[in-house]
């Protein structure tokens, strides 16, 4: 049964950090770029940050540029986002989501089309004093 589940969210003050991760089962995790994307209330769902399948290359939001990183571990079949400095505006629900790396340009492409082949439920992330 192919999955995306992510984990990690939670309430945390401004300035403060989160570590969200995203398991993968039931598809070749080595073949696949992978993303986070989120969707705050009232707001378009938004590309994070996205990561190739080799790690080769990562992409950014500019909102996050120098706050948050993305990385993976193949061997666990898992992706990371480390986020650092979090600010109320990046309250939303956080996504991950896996497209083909075949069928992929770029991952800043990919994390601007938003067109995966798989996507998780989501994980909360509230940043509030």
């Known amino acids: 049964q192919l999955q995306l589940v992510e984990s990690g969210g939670g309430l945390v003050q401004p300035g403060g950090s989160l570590r969200l991760s995203c398991a993968a089962s039931?598809?070749?995790?080595?073949?696949?770029?992978i993303g986070w994307f989120r969707q705050a209330p009232g707001k378009e769902r938004e590309g994070v940050s996205c990561?190739?399948?080799?790690?080769?290359?990562?992409n950014y939001a500019d909102s996050v540029k120098g706050r948050f990183t993305i990385s993976r571990d193949n061997a666990k079949n898992t992706v990371y986002l480390q986020m650092n400095s979090l600010k109320p505006e990046d309250t939303a629900v956080y996504y991950c989501?896996?497209?083909?790396?075949?069928?992929?340009?770029?991952?800043?492409?990919?994390?601007?089309?938003?067109?995966?082949?798989?996507w998780g439920q989501g994980t909360q992330v509230t940043v509030s004093s």
């Open positions: 039931g598809f070749t995790f080595d073949n696949y770029a």
């Open positions: 989501a896996a497209r083909n790396q075949a069928r992929i340009i770029t991952v800043g492409r990919m994390c601007t089309s938003m067109i995966l082949d798989y």
């Open positions: 990561i190739s399948s080799t790690s080769r290359s990562t």
